[in-house]
């Protein structure tokens, strides 16, 4: 897909943008050109507090579509043009839709009576999701850049306060059923895993502590995985080498001790009184924030940790007030490829009280034991990859979580557990945003990278209509998504792809050592990767 793209990051915007390379040619665009920043829907659908309506945004055509539900079925009422990229839509009331603009930084309300746009609020960068709570009545609008929360006055738009959130990239929101407090996911939240390695302090080269006679691997650099030995084996010729010293990953376990993949625990080299020697002050550490918990009234924050290191999102159940975080958790703690094939990433469910305790963690994949990279087809189609929609019935019985990476969709109980006739629902391409109407039996489904809507009929749990959008998508660009989202066809377990790691053509901002004890050195001359930033001289030498 890179290929057939020109690729380019605007750090500002902390986004990619791809443009079609039919309508790109010397440094000009022609007026056939599609931008498109593969920005994730959020939120993109909603339906009105009597049910009657659902409103849907088309992102790649930069619109809000409007349908009468009524009949058990998307019916057409009409649409608006609004921002850039709309990726959240939330109805304040029975007439005021609100529509959350990714790149234009803008929220536009939209009139339902008239489908006019009545007003249009500039935001922070890469607003995200907006949701309403408080007495008095306060919209709460998450920008993700620069990981604050708006606090608006939605009669007059004034700003009430910026809250910061201390993660990286918070984006979908939630509300507590009495609207006393607001639930915000923080999207690249991290996992608590650093970088043991060599550096510089005041100027000067230090070693690393990997090679440290008396750290908790004996000074062996590479250190073994597994006891003393390495899985795989380490092969011969590298192991009489001198293999090249390395950096270690470590992470923090919930008992705040930074162990690596072999329980060898690196504390005091991170946070004790021997940090100074890995490059950090005593007491360094580093925060794990997941959910952010805003009081309405208050407006103070406080902070879940050690969820997930990506949370996608967040739902409430409205009968027991028990809060749902639904994303994916990396391994990237275990070292080299072999070990981690197939098995990098997997697939949680977070539920928690709504004091915030006694929480628990589900793998959603629980058909899953990880002890083969490889499973059959049909276990691999039961998997579910890329989870960014999730919602609950109206009794809180069940919960609906759909897969953006496994085109699918899977039901589960209030304890997390996967129920149903199905052990999946299949469904349109990239199915993200979900909005259930239970008194029609009814879910609606809006499959992003297929440009649809689908319908369930939530007694027999099926399809019962698929509604067709308009996108003006490039089909070089829809043809190339599979190969980044596809966890069914593209991992032996179903529930991983490219796109694990490279959220949304982006990244995890998590470190990974995939290098192959078992492999064989390789030299890449410095004219390989001449961008100025190594010496002539130098020669860089990789395991493989």
């Not at 027991?320 to 072999?338: C, D, H, M, Y």
């Not at 660009?477 to 053509?505: E, F, M, N, P, V």
Request: with cysteine; hydrophobic share 40%; aromatic share 6%.
């Amino acid at each position: 897909m890179i290929a057939d793209h020109l690729k380019i990051g605007f750090k500002n915007l902390g986004s990619v943008l791809l443009l079609s390379a039919a309508g790109f040619s010397a440094g000009q665009t022609n007026s056939n050109s599609f931008y498109n920043w593969e920005s994730p829907p959020v939120h993109p659908v909603a339906l009105s507090p009597d049910k009657t309506k659902l409103a849907v945004c088309n992102l790649p055509d930069n619109r809000l579509e409007l349908f009468d539900v009524t009949a058990g079925k998307p019916a057409a009422l009409g649409s608006v043009s609004v921002g850039l990229d709309p990726v959240s839509v939330r109805f304040r009331n029975d007439s005021e839709i609100w529509v959350v603009n990714f790149i234009s930084d803008s929220v536009t309300i939209v009139d339902l009576a008239t489908l006019r746009v009545v007003g249009t609020i500039s935001t922070l960068n890469e607003p995200a999701d907006v949701v309403f709570a408080g007495t008095p009545q306060r919209a709460f609008i998450c920008c993700a850049q620069p990981h604050t929360v708006q606090v608006l006055d939605p009669a007059t738009f004034q700003v009430v306060t910026n809250l910061i959130i201390e993660g990286n990239r918070p984006k979908a929101m939630a509300t507590s059923p009495d609207g006393g407090t607001v639930y915000v996911a923080i999207f690249e939240s991290g996992n608590s895993s650093t970088i043991i390695s060599t550096g510089v302090s005041q100027g000067v080269p230090r070693p690393s502590p990997v090679s440290f006679p008396e750290g908790p691997q004996g000074g062996q650099d590479p250190p073994p995985n597994r006891g003393t030995n390495f899985v795989p084996v380490i092969n011969p010729l590298i192991a009489t080498a001198a293999p090249p010293r390395v950096g270690l990953i470590v992470k923090k376990n919930k008992e705040g001790r930074w162990m690596d993949d072999n329980r060898g625990d690196w504390t005091e080299f991170i946070s004790g009184t021997n940090a100074v020697f890995s490059g950090r002050p005593v007491g360094w550490d580093m925060p794990d924030h997941d959910l952010a918990v805003i009081d309405a009234a208050s407006l103070s924050t406080r902070y879940v940790d050690h969820l997930m290191n990506i949370c996608m999102d967040v739902a409430v159940n409205p009968v027991s007030g028990k809060i749902g975080v639904v994303g994916t958790e990396a391994l990237n703690q275990l070292r080299f490829e072999p070990v981690l094939d197939g098995i990098f990433v997997q697939v949680h469910l977070a539920l928690l009280e709504p004091g915030i305790s006694n929480d628990a963690i589900v793998d959603l994949n629980s058909h899953l034991d990880y002890l083969t990279p490889l499973v059959s087809e049909t276990q691999r189609n039961q998997s579910i990859g890329d989870p960014r929609g999730m919602v609950w019935s109206d009794d809180g019985s069940r919960a609906y979580v759909s897969g953006m990476g496994s085109d699918n969709l899977i039901i589960i109980d209030s304890a997390g557990g996967r129920i149903g006739r199905e052990p999946a629902i299949a469904l349109g391409q990239g199915p993200t945003g979900l909005a259930v109407d239970d008194s029609r039996h009814r879910l609606y489904v809006l499959n992003r990278f297929a440009a649809s809507i689908s319908t369930l009929d939530t007694t027999n749990e099926a399809v019962v209509d698929t509604l067709p959008l308009f996108d003006p998508t490039p089909q070089i660009i829809k043809a190339g998504r599979k190969h980044l989202y596809d966890t069914h066809a593209t991992s032996g377990l179903g529930q991983a792809a490219c796109a694990s790691c490279h959220l949304d053509a982006r990244f995890d901002r998590l470190a990974w050592d995939l290098g192959n004890p078992a492999g064989t050195f390789k030299l890449i001359a410095q004219s390989n990767i001449n961008f100025g930033r190594f010496p002539p001289a130098v020669t860089i030498t990789f395991i493989r």
